[in-house]
């Protein structure tokens, strides 16, 4: 917790530096809240909670048990079909959804339960709206490595303007925060919906533009016969990709992958928009250095929320194999789902949890994250204990992060006792230093002591 704690308030730090307030929200939220917001395959993944008291028909707790049993037969005759050694899967999730009633669940991520915020208490808050939130959000996953059931998101977002500005400010944000965690090397892609509907447009696909996005989305991890492969599985024509080939394998600089776009996209006003709009927020940062990040144009990159229209963001760091760290983007009328129409928002949420992996592995977190305790005193005998403890209020009171080793263990244990725990400064009280009223202060890591007073030890560690 305290090194989890340490990239949370990190992130909120910078979060406060840019303006962004802190609210919280619920962990449960409608039903009629989540589905619908997040495409078929996030609705899946929604944590539903069965109504308390509810009682479940007799009738129907038979179909279900029938549906069970058949589910089961299946795939044990598929798995004696097959010469596969891996674990039977079941999916109850159908029957199960048949079953119950459930009119709540679990929160999905924090944008949508911050829409629902934002209509509630219209008439409360100042707009343009600058809020962050940090909070676990639930997800009916499969865990793995970087994939979570719960998870922390650290988010923040602006709503009531449609000012680029915002955009620009959130990639500051993300290198900044990132920066100061300690990564070196990771890589913020920036797209526009608006040039994924121009491509759409391109092939007269605008009704399928779901069905491409996801597709081009996963260019990296299926490559692109794979992407090739799904398109044609989901309808697009062999003609249709050989248009859409060229635009999603565009290489080059930033600035020569939009002007490649823009004569692509010649006929399409909306994706000669998004071309623009990428563009203003890369002239933003242009003026203002990136301390670390490097800032890339990816017209692959689409995330599978339905709500973007605009921006869509991801970071990736280059240092360890991880998916994205963080990611988000401008949903123009997300409000309008809650009865709010035409109030504009951008968003960006960073991973907490991956974040915390990748700084693990890269063993890159200071020495500082792991000290919840600055300065252990240790006693010889009780005399001994009652002459620390008004000292150890002391340096409370100067902010000292500071506890006193109960009297009556062996120095070694509690020299031991700090060592395991990370403390970096002892100070030892025997009969000699409560005699001299010098006492003897010791540096963990290089075993240095001195003869420090009690005024001296308060000025030299206090605030």
């Given at each position: ?124 808050i100042t707009f343009p709206f600058k ?172 995330r599978g929320l339905n709500y973007y ?155």
């Open positions: 917790m305290v090194r989890r704690n340490f990239i949370f308030d990190t992130i909120k730090g910078v979060f406060r530096k840019y303006g962004y307030r802190q609210i919280e929200t619920p962990a449960m939220e409608n039903i009629s809240t989540l589905t619908g917001k997040y495409g078929d395959e996030g609705d899946k993944l929604i944590f539903k909670i069965l109504n308390s008291g509810n009682f479940i028909d007799q009738n129907e707790l038979s179909k279900f048990t029938s549906e069970v049993i058949e589910r089961i037969w299946k795939a044990k005759e598929e798995a004696t079909n097959s010469s596969s050694d891996s674990e039977i899967e079941i999916d109850l999730n159908e029957p199960i959804r048949n079953l119950i009633e459930a009119e709540k669940a679990l929160r999905y991520d924090l944008t949508v339960p911050f829409a629902r915020y934002v209509v509630m208490h219209q008439n409360e809020r962050f939130q940090v909070q676990p959000v639930w997800r009916a996953d499969r865990p793995q490595k970087g994939r979570y059931r719960e998870f922390y998101q650290c988010d923040a977002d602006v709503v009531g303007s449609d000012s680029l500005i915002n955009e620009a400010e959130f990639i500051l944000i993300y290198d900044e925060a990132l920066t100061k965690l300690g990564l070196k090397d990771f890589t913020i892609k920036i797209n526009n919906r608006k040039i994924l509907s121009g491509i759409a447009e391109l092939i007269d696909k605008v009704d399928n533009i779901v069905d491409m996005t996801v597709a081009i989305d996963k260019l990296d991890k299926i490559g692109l016969n794979g992407v090739i492969n799904e398109l044609l599985g989901k309808g697009f024509t062999e003609n249709d990709i050989k248009i859409i080939e060229p635009v999603i394998l565009l290489q080059g600089s930033n600035t020569e992958k939009l002007e490649k776009l823009r004569a692509a996209l010649a006929n399409s006003p909306i994706g000669l928009k998004g071309c623009d709009e990428v563009e203003e927020v890369l002239n933003y940062l242009a003026s203002c250095r990136l301390q670390t990040a490097s800032c890339e144009l990816d017209i692959t990159l689409a229209t605009g921006a869509i963001f991801e970071v990736k760091t280059n240092e360890v194999s991880m998916g994205s760290i963080g990611g988000g983007g401008r949903y123009d009328d997300l409000t309008g789902m809650f009865g709010l129409k035409g109030l504009t928002g951008v968003g960006i949420s960073f991973g907490a949890d991956r974040i915390y992996d990748v700084m693990e592995e890269l063993n890159i977190f200071p020495a500082a994250a792991d000290q919840a305790t600055r300065l252990l005193i240790c006693c010889m005998d009780k005399e001994g204990e009652q002459f620390a403890f008004p000292i150890l209020q002391q340096l409370r009171r100067q902010d000292v992060n500071a506890e006193l080793y109960p009297a009556g263990a062996k120095l070694k244990k509690q020299l031991d006792y700090a060592n395991n725990n990370h403390i970096p400064y002892t100070i030892i009280i025997g009969s000699q230093e409560m005699q001299t009223g010098l006492l003897t202060v010791k540096n963990m890591e290089t075993g240095v002591q001195e003869k420090l007073t009690v005024e001296q030890v308060v000025t030299s560690f206090g605030r």
